[in-house]
């Protein structure tokens, strides 16, 4: 029985070695939001779950079968029925939340085909403050504890 809701940093490289796997062509994406600071942890080797539940992961896309294994990813899915959260495919434009240069203190990690690149954990705080949800504050402190 999956987790039915996402915070622990095993399911986001599950999930990316998942995609990874089924693409028969080079793809990337660009994660943000709660998913990317999981993703930090897990590059860590740490499995401290997020204070509150994430429902969803956040990628920005360009490549078309990145987007299609999102769109079928969305809400209400049987992606989401299996993994217990769903894909929210992300336009371009918020990427412009972050500061101009995020690329150059960016990671990048291929899984099979699928390459994913994550802003560094400062600059996806910024969004997420400035937001200033109580979720996202208490994930910005745990970021700020873990990472």
Not at 11 to 38: C, D, F, K, P, Y
């Amino acid at each position: 029985m999956p987790l039915r809701e996402l915070k622990n940093p095993s399911q986001i490289e599950s999930w990316l070695m998942e995609w990874g796997s089924q693409l028969t062509e080079s793809g990337s994406m660009v994660l943000i939001g709660s998913g990317a600071l999981l993703w930090h942890a897990a590059q860590r080797n740490l499995e401290l779950p997020l204070p509150e539940n994430s429902m969803d992961v956040d990628p920005v896309t360009e490549s078309e079968q990145v987007a299609l294994l999102g769109y079928e990813a969305m809400i209400g899915s049987d992606f989401e029925k299996s993994h217990g959260w769903h894909v929210n495919l992300m336009p371009i434009a918020v990427l412009s939340e972050m500061p101009a240069d995020w690329k150059s203190r960016s990671f990048r990690k291929t899984y099979g085909l699928l390459e994913v690149i994550v802003p560094s954990v400062d600059d996806l705080l910024i969004p997420k403050l400035k937001r200033g949800e109580p979720r996202d504050k208490a994930h910005a402190e745990w970021a700020r504890k873990v990472l």
